[in-house]
């Protein structure tokens, strides 16, 4: 590393270490704000089918076995993203054990 040193005063020197340091600190602090909420999307039951190539059937039967979770509003069954991720997650290990 080869390092230049100009006629710069202590003063000067300071002042750009000082907004360097800044700089790097809001990065890393910019690293663990809470990113925004994503908005939800929920997925009927013909979409995850559809997303899972399996037929109503299979799905209602890994939902009865608690492979699947989902959300019940009313009489509606509603899965999240994060409900299909973890039964692929689920279902692969599985076949891997």
């Known amino acids: 590393m080869k390092l230049f040193i100009s006629e710069t005063t202590a003063e000067e020197l300071v002042s750009t270490f000082q907004i360097k340091v800044k700089e ?24 995850v089918c559809k997303l899972l190539g399996i037929s109503l059937v299979t799905l209602s039967s890994y939902i009865d076995k608690g492979v699947i979770s989902c959300n019940r509003i009313g009489k509606n069954i509603r899965f999240t993203d994060k409900h299909i991720t973890d039964a692929l997650i689920d279902i692969n290990n ?3 054990a």
């Open 24 to 47: 790097v600190i809001q990065e890393e602090v910019n690293k663990f704000k809470p990113q925004q909420k994503q908005e939800l999307k929920f997925y009927t039951r013909k979409e």
């Open 94 to 96: 599985k076949k891997t």
